[in-house]
């Protein structure tokens, strides 16, 4: 029975992100519920005083179905696949049903740009993704706007720069000895610490715009060289030498090739201007000071 008064937020991927937010909303009274892939991690949830459930793209389940229907606000953090949004493919009738939903919010990723040899991107520029992760992303944010489109729910895309934040810095690659400095000349990454995604999300809520889509990046994109050495520079460890892209490059995951592969700089001015946000961190050097 939900409580006069209370909000209710459900979240699909309860992963790193979604678990900053949903902490901080617990901590203000809000009802929060999610997704998770295994059950070691919903009994860690559970835990930590959210309700969560198992779910991994297969079929509806009633618990999840109860969830939604009583909810004011959904997140989704699921990534897509080959076969598209797993959440939407699931659960499309039943948020569609859900006429109590004020606010939805799509986690996607600055990757949708693509590639624009350094030139700056903002939320109306068009999308060149380069690689089936990316393509799939645009596919997923299409498929939620086509629902703000036909059910009239309230959908707003998140495009999310590289994450980090506590446990997840170059600061535990610097200090576990296995961060690398390459260099490729002119390229740069955007970056955005945890705590100010949050704040985004939450911004947006108090202030929803139906179909809206905010670029979330701090103010300054970086090459990767620099923020390696400015975070031995916090921790007085000297730099690693730098190693040229090419001689990188063979040892290189597929995903960080995907990674290397887009040069661009994320402009966040909507951010600022429509939402007011103030980034707690607004480049990489007061984010990892305060990690550091």
Same mark, same amino acid.
């Given at each position: @029975?939900?409580?006069?008064?209370?909000?209710?937020?459900? +979240?699909?991927? @309860?992963g790193y992100v979604a678990t900053a937010m949903a902490t901080a909303l617990k901590e203000e009274g809000w009802h929060v519920a999610g997704t998770c892939r295994s059950e070691i991690r919903r009994t860690a949830l559970e835990a930590l005083g959210f309700d969560a459930s198992i779910f991994n793209g297969s079929k509806p389940t009633n618990s999840i179905e109860r969830? &939604?229907?009583a909810s004011d606000? &959904?997140?989704?953090? &699921?990534? /897509?696949?080959?076969d598209g949004d /797993?959440?939407?493919a699931c659960y499309e009738d039943q948020i569609c049903e859900a006429n109590q939903i004020r606010w939805i919010g799509y986690l996607s990723t600055t990757g949708v740009y693509g590639d624009w040899g350094g030139m700056e991107v903002d939320e109306k520029s068009p999308l060149r993704p380069k690689s089936d992760r990316a393509r799939q992303r645009v596919t997923a944010e299409r498929a939620w706007l086509s629902l703000c489109q036909h059910a009239g729910h309230? +959908?707003?895309?998140f495009r999310l720069a590289g994450i980090y934040g506590p446990s997840r810095s170059v600061i535990d690659r610097v200090q576990a000895g296995t961060a690398k400095r390459i260099d490729k000349a002119g390229h740069l990454f955007s970056r955005i610490h945890v705590d100010d995604i949050v704040s985004t999300l939450r911004a947006s809520i108090a202030s929803p715009r139906s179909g809206a889509i905010y670029n979330v990046c701090d103010n300054e994109p970086a090459s990767q060289a620099d923020v390696v050495a400015h975070a031995c520079s916090l921790l007085n460890i000297p730099p690693p030498e730098l190693i040229p892209f090419e001689k990188?490059? /063979?040892? @290189?995951s597929e995903l960080a090739h995907t990674f290397w592969a887009d040069n661009r700089r994320v402009s966040n001015r909507l951010l600022h201007g429509e939402l007011g946000v103030i980034l707690s961190y607004p480049?990489?050097?007061e984010g990892l000071a305060a990690l550091a």
């Open positions: @029975m939900k409580k006069r008064g209370s909000r209710r937020l459900f +979240v699909f991927g @309860m969830q &939604i229907g606000y &959904i997140l989704c953090s &699921i990534p /897509p696949d080959e /797993p959440a939407l309230p +959908v707003h895309l990188a490059a /063979p040892g @290189m480049t990489y050097r």
